[in-house]
């Protein structure tokens, strides 16, 4: 039996038997099995497949992204924490291959404000079912504010001028027209 120590809580873990990081700067390091299947229950980043509607998570260490579709299991392997402050932060990916950011914003998970009107936008469009011939997925990484989430929408880029025309936005990002 070789031992190591598991990379979340330090467990003794027989390496063979253990499980292992499938995501970002840790993949392939030994997790336990209950690290491994706690990782999943407050997920740092959700994220949703304009195409078909389905959600995939991420946490920490492992993801449930569909490794045959690349551009969200990319986009999980890039998405790190980033502090404000000692005490402050939120999490952000970077676009995949082949996808253009098109909305980097929050938005208030209590009272639905939305500080973009591209925010709102994007929803509506969505709502309403516009986006449906789009390539595209949104994410919505966690914050340390409680009460607001992140939201990232990537948008394939053969589609970027129809994804604009739709909710009416000029070249910069996150900026409605």
Not at 113 to 118: A, G, L, S, T
């Amino acid at each position: 039996m070789t031992e190591t120590k598991c990379i979340s809580c330090e467990e003794i873990i027989d390496i063979e038997s253990g499980c292992s990081a499938d995501r970002g700067e840790h993949k392939g390091e030994p997790l336990c099995e209950n690290c491994y299947c706690d990782d999943m229950g407050e997920p740092i980043v959700t994220a949703s497949r304009g195409k078909d509607k389905q959600t995939y998570y991420c946490g920490n260490y492992t993801s449930d992204a569909d490794y045959e579709d690349n551009a969200i299991a990319e986009y999980f392997d890039s998405v790190k924490w980033h502090s404000c402050d000692a005490w402050r932060g939120y999490y952000k990916g970077e676009a995949p291959a082949g996808y253009e950011q098109m909305v980097d914003s929050w938005f208030g998970s209590v009272d639905g404000y939305f500080p973009d009107d591209i925010v709102g936008r994007f929803h509506e469009a969505y709502e309403s079912g516009e986006l449906d011939g789009i390539e595209y997925f949104a994410a919505f990484p966690r914050t340390s504010n409680v009460f607001s989430s992140g939201i990232e929408v990537y948008i394939h880029n053969q589609q970027v001028d129809e994804f604009k025309r739709i909710i009416g936005i000029n070249d910069e990002v996150g900026n409605a027209s």
